[in-house]
Every structure is written in structure tokens, then in C-alpha cells.
């Protein structure tokens, strides 16, 4: 879609300009690079739909190169093989619990803290399954360039219950999903996670 390539091209000019600022020393280059930052964002905002307000406020100045963000989730079945999920309070739709890794946790770290905070439950983590470049996937557009880690986890105990942020957690058959929330999972990953799971197949899918 031509919108979708737009939005790449924005994102790269951002970071392009976030690179300027922060390896330029001359004054005259750094106005240049700050005028191409504002406009990739305005260009931004347009796109997504998200305020510029927003997007400035979360848009800090880099201080080192840019890189990626990095969302982190588990995949995680009970005994009759229903895939455990968790409606967002944001969008009140459903995804497969996780979030943003956080510094000073390790992935593995990460991931089983988002499944016991949104769900209740303890799980332990198997292995990483996929990691996926939301670009390559047909998520709604989003001012983020995003990987997503996604790792099988195995229940351990706990009681299912929504954390303080979430409206609802509980097991959905793979055939009878709720309303996906397409920012956080799409169906089409949903459908090759559990088949990846229940054929046994060991590799890791990227991108």
C-alpha cells in the first residue's frame, strides 16, 4: 500500500535527521537536521493520526544513534491447547500479553513479568519462537519502527486474572478468537505461532 510505504519513508527520514543531531558539530547542519526532524514528525502525526503533542512528547532528542524499539511477548497454551490472552484497557481489544522490553531485564526476564502482570499467571519460558518486523506484517500504521520477540512459555501456576491495566485475561481456542488488537498481534501471526507450537516445529521464524 502506498500509505504504508510513506510511513516507512518517513520513519527513515527521522532517523536520519535523529543521526544528524547527534553526530553534528556544525550549527548550520544542526538546523537543517532539526527542521527535517519537525517535519518528519508533522508528516508523522498526518499519517497515524496520533497528535503531534503526543508524538513530540514521546519523540525525546536522541542522544545516541537511533535504533529499533522492541516489544516483547509469550505465547502460551493451557492443556487443551487455547492460547491465553489479554484485553487491552486502550483499545478494550485482545493480544497474546507483553509489552515493551525493559532496561535491565533480559528478554526471557521481560516476558514472564507482562504474562504474571497482565494475566495472573506464572509461567516459565521455553524457547523464542519469532521475531518479527512489523513493517513486513499488515499492522495499522504506526509512528514506531517495531521487532517484535515472541517466546513459548509454559504454565507454572498463579490465577487467571486481569492485571490493574487489562480489562480481562483468559484461554481462547485458536478457531474462536475475540476482537484482535492488530497494533499487538494479527491473526495471521496467531495462526502461525500455534501451528509452529503444535507441529513441533523447532526453528525460528524472522522478519
Known amino acids: 500500500m502506498k500509505e504504508d510505504r510513506d510511513l516507512e519513508l518517513i520513519k527513515r527520514i527521522k532517523a536520519l535527521a ?16 532539526t527542521e527535517l526532524r519537525e517535519i518528519s514528525l508533522q508528516l508523522l502525526s498526518h499519517i497515524t493520526r496520533q497528535p ?27 492443556d487443551t491447547h487455547e492460547i491465553l490472552m489479554a484485553k487491552e484497557q486502550v483499545d478494550g481489544k485482545w493480544t497474546i500479553p507483553g509489552g515493551w522490553a525493559d532496561i535491565g ?12 502482570e497482565e494475566t ?6 521455553d524457547r523464542l519462537l519469532a ?10 500504521p504506526q509512528p514506531f519502527y517495531i521487532y517484535k520477540l515472541v517466546f ?20 481462547f481456542k485458536p478457531d ?8 499487538r498481534i494479527l491473526k495471521s501471526q496467531l495462526q502461525q505461532l500455534y501451528k509452529m507450537v503444535i507441529d513441533g516445529n523447532r526453528n525460528v521464524y524472522f522478519d
Open 18 to 33: 535523529d543521526t544528524g543531531l547527534v553526530y553534528s558539530t556544525d550549527e548550520y547542519n544542526r538546523e537543517r537536521y
Open 52 to 78: 503531534l503533542a503526543v508524538l513530540n512528547g514521546f519523540y525525546l532528542p536522541e542522544k545516541d544513534y537511533p535504533t529499533v524499539k522492541v516489544d516483547v511477548r509469550g505465547f502460551v497454551l493451557n
Open 105 to 116: 531485564f533480559t528478554p526471557s526476564e521481560v516476558v514472564l513479568k507482562e504474562i504474571e
Open 120 to 125: 495472573g499467571l506464572k509461567c516459565s519460558v
Open 131 to 140: 521475531v518479527y518486523d512489523k513493517r513486513m506484517h499488515p499492522h495499522p
Open 152 to 171: 513459548l512459555c509454559t504454565l507454572e501456576g498463579g490465577k487467571l486474572q486481569p492485571g490493574f491495566d487489562m480489562d480481562g485475561a483468559a484461554f
Open 176 to 183: 474462536d478468537l475475540p476482537e484482535l488488537s492488530e497494533d
